[in-house]
């Protein structure tokens, strides 16, 4: 079943389209990636979808519901959580901070005990938990953006280029990651410009190009697609 159903949805910025009116789909339980070149769309396609943008009624559709009227906040709290482009994580605040308010709207028993299971998954931040985070290095950060959204449970987490200025040790660990985040039964959108690592790590993949889906399909065989080598694999296939 789709947990997000994305119809005809477009995004603008002034007289710019830059969403010009796509269909994707994510199963529950699926990590599906979008990659393309800068300037594609998918950031903003990401926005709309987490509510930061709003969008026409019909284009959004997750957990059977229409999305539109509702606001970010809401979907949050409804297990639809982004982690930006650009980590964006609390400067002035400490990394237990942070952690804190990723949970900020839940009130069970068990929020400490995910804090636990963050530091688990992120050695480092266990370490840094009470460094400020404007403080940590990129990798670090972008670590802690990941387990901030996952310390309010999501059940689609949108990932928006979490390997962007990293070094490639830090890359490989925050896909493993994600990986094992999907493997725990959280679904999740990927939109990554190091495809060759997306499209290994996904079980399916959509390509943007001008706004538009131009390809879709198994990430396997969309790896082998001339095209796709051609323009975003260094003429290799995954």
Do not use: W
């Amino acid at each position: 079943m789709s947990l997000l159903e994305v119809k005809g949805l477009e995004v603008r910025y002034g007289g710019i389209r830059a969403v010009k009116g796509i269909d994707l789909a994510v199963d529950e339980g699926e990590l599906v990636c979008l990659i393309g070149a800068n300037g594609a769309g998918k950031s903003s396609s990401l926005r709309a979808i987490s509510g930061l943008i709003g969008t026409p009624p019909g284009a959004l559709r997750y957990a059977g519901r229409d999305l539109s009227g509702t606001r970010a906040f809401q979907r949050v709290r409804n297990g639809l959580v982004l982690v930006p482009e650009g980590r964006g994580v609390f400067p002035q605040l400490t990394v237990d901070e942070n952690l804190a308010m990723g949970a900020y709207a839940r009130t069970d028993g068990e929020i400490e005990s995910d804090r636990e299971r963050m530091f688990g998954l992120f050695a480092r931040l266990k370490e840094r938990r009470r460094q400020t985070s404007g403080t940590l290095s990129g990798g670090e950060q972008q670590m802690l953006a990941i387990a901030r959204a996952l310390m309010s449970r999501p059940k689609l987490l949108l990932l928006d280029e979490p390997s962007m200025g990293l070094a490639p040790i830090v890359v490989q660990k925050i896909f493993d990651v994600v990986r094992e985040i999907n493997a725990g039964g959280v679904t999740v959108l990927l939109v990554e410009q190091n495809a060759r690592l997306a499209l290994e790590i996904a079980s399916r993949a959509y390509v943007m190009e001008s706004g538009a889906i131009t390809l879709s399909g198994r990430a396997a065989d969309i790896a082998h697609d001339p095209k796709v080598v051609e323009a975003y694999l260094g003429g290799e296939a995954a």
